[in-house]
């Protein structure tokens, strides 16, 4: 029996990438397989609220909110979204449904919201599907969630649980999936406890190419099956890091990924460059610094000009330090956001 009407609320976090997605398939399947810190403040509460309606429309019923405010902006996206989740949630249409979102960091911080927003509309939706199908256990409840995430926004997939996920198939990690995110249950040593992300915030406002466009240019791109081929041995890289713990190695994967996507942006064609002037700055920092002192810190990237900086927790304070005294100057307004690595998604 469906129900009349109900609610339900999750707080679903973002997440980084160390191995980075660029590249894919319709319907929303990676050209390689990546893997990512699940991040802990970084996230989008989203409340859906449902109400069956009389008839069965013939379009989505829906409307969205971001922080109380209507946003007519956003249909376009949830719209793709649904259509391409209808044939596994076939009851879709025969609701309205209202849905208010709102993130721990502001709209315009240049943090893309889509993989919590995603991620959290997709739990709201398993929450209500679970009312009414029975015998969902945990694990399937978490695996379609992560499916469905997928296709609002390919890297949602991989905020459902924490602190690491891998999404797409490798041949070295069982039960890896170019379907849904998995967490990665291998041996991962004690230093990446608790492992920091400062997220310096470089440059804010709407992104100037989507990703949707950057993953599709690396069709035809001259040097995508090669990229295709090292994403896949970085990640067999990172598997014997996570083990052995060795920081210095895991700098060279993490910063190689993160170069070696903006590589695949500027050369694409069309080319295009994401980095600002101070993101090449903070680089510049960060490698003086670490040579100077003997740091592991370092840094990635998404698809935008802002720098993530990651680090062990036992350097906190020295690196918050250095932060404020050397690459305060180098952030929008001097804003930077304090995140750690967090264990996915909560049901409020
Ligand atoms: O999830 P999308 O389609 O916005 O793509 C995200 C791509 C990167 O953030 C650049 C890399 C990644 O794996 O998250």
């Known amino acids: 029996q469906k129900p009349a009407k109900g609610s339900h609320s999750w707080k679903s976090p973002s997440n980084i ?7 894919k398939t319709t319907p929303q399947i990676p050209a390689n397989p990546s893997i990512s810190f699940t991040l802990n403040n970084c996230h989008t509460i989203t409340t859906l609220t449902y109400t069956k309606q009389t008839t069965v429309s013939a379009d989505f019923s829906f409307d969205v909110f971001l922080d109380g405010e209507l946003k007519p902006g956003f249909a376009p996206k949830i719209e793709v979204f649904l259509k391409r989740i209808e044939i596994y949630m076939p ?45 969902m256990d945990d694990g399937l409840f978490l695996k379609k969630a992560s499916f469905l995430a997928r296709l609002g926004s390919g890297s949602a997939c991989r905020s459902i649980e924490g602190p690491i996920v891998t999404w797409g198939t490798h041949k070295e990690i069982k039960n890896s999936s170019d379907f849904y995110g998995i967490l990665y249950t291998e041996e991962v040593n004690d230093v990446f406890k608790n492992y920091q992300d400062t997220i310096l915030l470089v440059d804010v ?144």
């Open 91 to 135: 009851f879709l249409k025969e609701y309205h449904f209202k849905i208010e979102t709102s993130n721990s960091f502001p709209h315009s911080s240049g943090i893309a919201s889509s993989a919590s927003g995603m991620s959290a509309l997709a739990l709201c939706l398993m929450s209500m599907e679970r009312e009414f199908v029975a015998n």
């Open 205 to 348: 406002g709407e992104k100037r190419v989507s990703s949707t466009v950057g993953h599709n240019l690396m069709n035809n791109h001259p040097f995508a099956e090669e990229r295709f081929v090292q994403a896949n041995s970085n990640l067999s890289k990172l598997r014997s890091i996570f083990k052995s713990g060795n920081l210095e190695k895991f700098i060279e994967v993490v910063e190689s990924e993160a170069l070696t996507l903006h590589a695949m942006m500027m050369t694409s064609m069309p080319y295009f460059i994401l980095m600002k002037p101070n993101t090449l700055k903070i680089i510049e920092k960060v490698w003086e610094y670490r040579k100077e002192t003997g740091s592991h810190l370092c840094f990635t990237l998404d698809a935008g000009a802002n720098v993530h900086l990651l680090y062990p927790e036992a350097e906190k304070e020295t690196v918050l330090q250095f932060i404020k005294n050397e690459l305060v100057a180098y952030c929008k307004k001097g804003k930077y956001i304090c995140d750690q690595i967090g264990f996915g998604a909560r049901k409020l």
């Open 17 to 23: 990438a160390l191995v980075k997605y660029w590249g």
